[in-house]
């Protein structure tokens, strides 16, 4: 099967920066888009970022300008660089993987979610 497994959430003030990292594991052959989402308390699991196997980028526009998504293919890696933090940036946050991977010899694939990283943003 496969895991993923987020990790650099934390309590950071308005304006500075936090860098959340998730790398996925197991029989992966392959990974096409990777992606976070966010979900603050009360509201619904949103997109903030994608990366697609060539690299191209996609945010949401609350974010452009302070977020930069980046991947590491060797290390089945996805990052999200988060600057110029603002208090409506606190939420859970979700990696997102489309993978291919090896099962019984067989080649299948899947969307796979880690559990969250917890950011807030708060003096």
């Known amino acids: 099967q496969v895991q993923l497994v987020e990790s650099g959430g934390g309590l950071v003030q308005p304006g500075g920066s936090l860098r959340l990292s998730c790398t996925g594991s197991g029989s992966i052959h392959s990974i096409n888009t990777m992606g976070w989402y966010r979900q603050a308390p009360g509201k619904e699991r949103e997109l903030v970022a994608t990366?697609?196997?060539?690299?191209?980028?996609q945010y949401a526009d609350s974010v452009k300008g302070r977020f930069t998504i980046s991947r590491d293919n060797t290390k089945n890696t996805v990052s999200l660089q988060m600057n110029g933090l603002k208090p409506e940036d606190t939420a859970d946050y979700y990696c997102?993987?489309?993978?291919?991977?090896?099962?019984?010899?067989?080649?299948?694939?899947?969307?796979?979610w880690g559990r969250g990283t917890q950011v807030t943003v708060s003096l």
């Open positions: 997102n993987m489309g993978v291919t991977y090896w099962r019984a010899s067989t080649i299948r694939t899947g969307i796979y």
């Open positions: 990366i697609d196997s060539d690299s191209t980028a």
